[in-house]
Nanobody, 120 residues
Framework: QVQLVESGGGLVQAGGSLRLSCAAS????????MAWYRQAPGKQRELVAAISSGGSTNYADSVKGRFTISRDNAKNTMYLQMNSLKPEDTAVYYCNGKVRRSVAIEFGYWGQGTQVTVSS
């Protein structure tokens, strides 16, 4: 079994910062792409940032220049540094990882989500 567990969410004032972590554990051979998504109340889940196993990144236009995605492959952990937070960043943040349990078997896994609330 594979688990992805997010941490680091909370309540912060506009302009503040938070750092989210996503730790993968279980029967893991390797992890390919990883990504952060978010879902605000009444809205669809949207991609925030993604990172390949080699470290290539891409970001949603709304977070470019404010958020930084990174990963530590040795620890099977991904991070999202969020700076200059805005009230519109308020959402539940989910991590997603394409996990290989063997050379030939890959599945996508989701974490349970962590709440980020930005007050104005």
């Amino acid at each position: 079994q594979v688990q992805l567990v997010e941490s680091g969410g909370g309540l912060v004032q506009a302009g503040g910062s938070l750092r989210l972590s996503c730790a993968a554990s279980g029967s893991i051979f390797s992890i390919n792409g990883m990504a952060w998504y978010r879902q605000a109340p009444g809205k669809q889940r949207e991609l925030v940032a993604a990172i390949s196993s080699g470290g290539s990144t891409n970001y949603a236009d709304s977070v470019k220049g404010r958020f930084t995605i990174s990963r530590d492959n040795a620890k099977n952990t991904m991070y999202l540094q969020m700076n200059s937070l805005k009230p519109e960043d308020t959402a539940v943040y989910y991590c997603n990882g394409k996990v290989r349990r063997s050379v030939a078997i890959e599945f996508g896994y989701w974490g349970q989500g962590t709440q980020v609330t930005v007050s104005s």
